[in-house]
């Protein structure tokens, strides 16, 4: 097993930027983190970078559309010290 690098909180924001803190999604995010002693997998939205963590969530975002009511309490935080790895999903070939 080779060594792993740290993911970065400039990482994030430069792989993402055309999705974090805009009004609509133009990606998604697979993202494997340390929780718990156990390591999770997570498929959703990178909505933001805030104080150290990453914010997903399970909702594309759309200029067009209002959001559900529940959009904000089904975002997650993950803190970016835990992320293992993660890969940038396209929409591009899905919407």
Same mark, same amino acid.
């Given at each position: 097993?080779?060594?792993?690098?740290?993911v970065?909180?400039?990482?994030?924001?430069?792989?993402?930027?055309?999705?974090l803190?805009k009004?609509a999604?133009?990606?998604?995010?697979?993202?494997?983190?340390r929780?718990?002693?156990?390591?999770?997998t997570?498929?959703?939205?990178?909505?933001?970078?805030?104080?150290?963590?990453?914010?997903?969530?399970?909702?594309?975002?759309?200029?067009?559309?209002?959001?559900p009511?529940?959009?904000?309490? *089904? =975002? =997650?935080?993950?803190?970016?010290?835990?992320?293992?790895?993660?890969? *940038?999903?396209?929409?591009?070939?899905?919407l």
């Open positions: 097993m080779g060594l792993q690098t740290q970065t909180e400039e990482e994030l924001n430069e792989v993402f930027a055309d999705t803190d009004g999604s133009f990606c998604g995010i697979l993202v494997s983190y929780e718990d002693e156990q390591t999770r997570e498929l959703g939205i990178p909505y933001s970078l805030i104080g150290g963590e990453l914010e997903i969530g399970p909702y594309v975002k759309n200029i067009v559309t209002s959001p009511t529940d959009y904000h309490t *089904r =975002k =997650k935080r993950i803190p970016i010290s835990d992320i293992q790895e993660y890969r *940038r999903v396209e929409f591009s070939n899905i």
